[in-house]
């Protein structure tokens, strides 16, 4: 079975206490590891970021080895938090010296599980491009990454595209984003990011063809959705 959820911001070794932001984060990682609980060991799981608040590799190793002692494949996509991401490369150097093996890096590529293609980026929020020239920059390129990994899909006709950033918020729409994932058919759009009372500008549904969901962890009750 293929889940996905976003947002676990663990910080076994970061002092970063989520509970601030609302009390269903209190002893949100537990919460977490009773989620996992319904997905087995031959499953998938794609995290949309934010996965731990350290400040760099060696200041996440608990919280790795926790998402790696999680029932199943991980694929993990960057976030806005995740402060330690530097290169992919990189990022499997260590988890390979650390015995990190049931991570993958969802960067500028696509995975295939069954008859679906994994595709993703972070994304990025630019207020309906009027945004800074610095952000219009960095949707640019993520537009491009998205573009990419929807490539690496081939002839793929089931494409999901998951996300850390949503690309329509209230009245924010990622118009590049959303023209990658028409461009190329994709019918399923995942992403994470929102939290608290932000949750209820998050669009869930459909749009030119598009269903969205938010599966940030306090949305959906710190529990993997199912996704096939």
Known sequence: MLYTVGDLHLSFEADKPMDIFGPEWAGHAEKLRRGFESVGD???TVICGDLTWGMD?????SDFRFIDALPGRKIILKGNHD??????SKTKKFFAENGIGSIDILNNNCFFYENAAICGTRGWMCPNGNGSDHDKKI???EVQRLRVSLEAAGECQRKLVFLHYPPIFGKFYAAGMVEAMVEHGVRECFYGHIHGSGRRLAFEGE???IRY?????DHLGFCPVKIM
């Open 42 to 44: 031959d499953d998938v």
């Open 57 to 61: 590799m060696a200041g996440c190793l």
């Open 83 to 88: 402060y330690w991401w530097s290169t992919a």
């Open 139 to 141: 949707m640019a390129r």
């Open 207 to 209: 749009d030119r063809g």
């Open 213 to 217: 969901k938010l599966v940030s962890a």
